[in-house]
């Protein structure tokens, strides 16, 4: 099988300022600074197959920035090997940069001032796009992206979901093998966001690209990827498929009723009491097939409730069962 990403015991280190406890601390620190190391990314190995779409998940700090940066050529491992289709990143960044784009939902690559067709133009010019290569793609991109009709217009006139859209067409317009998105769909509404999942499929399943997705957002790991890893502290404690990950994991949402008065225990068929607050409840919704107008029909007949509402659960919570639910995971 040919692998697209190939990482192999990758550890990063940052050297940090090291502050110095008690009153005359932060003098020690100021005239005689000391540095610590902080490991971000430990001893990390996985592939990623050409034509797969992963989902890079973890909480806040977890080093999925680090990983995403080393695997982009930005940073370099400090100890480990990445390799992008044979090539390691950070000692090939040129022609690294052939084969990859890259997205990150915080930061723009298209020129605020100009309009959107000027930052293509750009890029044809640095990635020495020939015009047929680029003509193809552009008509193919404007045409899948919907980005016609504000194509001329300025970028900092765009709506959040048009400029994500010209975000990633722009990604996309030297045809790259693998793509890279960094919280793709944030600050995104509900219809935008179920766009750019509908593009990304369509993209991906028509080239044949490899995506690797970070995001907060479990719905897009849902509709984009096919395949999950999960970091923690830096370690792998995760990778699998979805359906793998779900097994591993069990309920998936959480249930949760506020009440005007105290109120004792209260059992919901199909759900488990986790929380037992007097005056809010959680519950962990067990069966799948418990559906949202099954919880309601429980609901209808106790009064007392002031507001219930039903979410997934957050990456956070994701760890945790994971960790709870047995030993961690890795089957490819
Ligand atoms: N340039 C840096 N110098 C020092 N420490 C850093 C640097 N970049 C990241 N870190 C630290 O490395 C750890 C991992 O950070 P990283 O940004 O990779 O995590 P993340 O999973 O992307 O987090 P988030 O979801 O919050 O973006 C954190 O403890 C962070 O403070």
């Not at 998940?57 to 050529?73: H, V, W, Y």
């Not at 090539?87 to 090939?92: A, N």
């Not at 020129?111 to 193919?140: A, G, Q, T």
């Not at 859209?165 to 995104?188: M, N, Q, S, V, Y």
Request: glycine letters at 6%; hydrophobic letters at 40%; proline letters at 3%.
């Amino acid at each position: 099988m040919e692998f697209a990403i190939e990482v192999c015991n990758v550890t990063k280190t940052y050297k940090i300022a090291n502050n110095r406890d008690g009153n005359t601390g932060w003098f020690h620190s100021l005239v005689k600074p000391e540095r610590k190391e902080l490991t971000a990314v430990s001893d990390l190995s996985f592939q990623v197959s050409t034509g797969d779409s992963v989902g890079y998940l973890g909480p806040n700090g977890a080093g999925k920035s680090t990983m995403i940066k080393m695997m982009t050529g930005i940073l370099v491992p400090t100890s480990g090997t990445i390799e992008l289709r044979g090539r390691q990143p950070h000692l090939h960044r040129k022609e690294n940069a052939q084969h990859i784009g890259v997205v990150f939902g915080q930061r723009s690559q298209l020129w605020w001032e100009l309009p959107v067709v000027d930052s293509f133009e750009l890029h044809k010019i640095m990635y020495s796009l020939s015009n047929y290569c680029y003509e193809r793609n552009k008509n193919y991109l404007l045409q899948v992206l919907e980005i016609k009709n504000f194509w001329n217009q300025s970028v900092r006139q765009l709506s959040l979901g048009q400029r994500m859209r010209a975000e990633l067409a722009l990604a996309l317009i030297h045809e790259p093998k693998i793509l890279f998105l960094d919280e793709p769909t944030i600050g995104l509404d509900i219809e935008a966001k179920e766009a750019v999942r509908k593009i990304l499929r369509q993209i991906q399943s028509e080239r044949e690209l490899t995506i690797i997705l970070t995001s907060h957002d479990l719905q897009d790991i849902r509709e984009i990827c096919s395949k999950v890893i999960i970091v923690n502290g830096g370690e792998l404690i995760f990778e699998g498929t979805l359906d793998t990950l779900r097994a591993q994991m069990g309920p998936e949402r959480r249930l949760v009723i506020t009440f005007a008065k105290p109120t004792g225990e209260l059992r919901i068929a199909g759900t488990a009491l986790i929380s037992n607050d007097k005056f809010e409840k959680h519950y962990l919704i067990q069966d799948r097939a418990t559906s949202s107008g099954n919880i309601l029909a429980q609901l209808k007949d106790i009064d007392n409730i002031v507001d219930f509402s039903v979410r997934e659960l957050t990456i956070e919570e994701i760890v945790k069962s994971v960790y709870r639910n047995g030993s961690i995971v890795k089957c490819s």
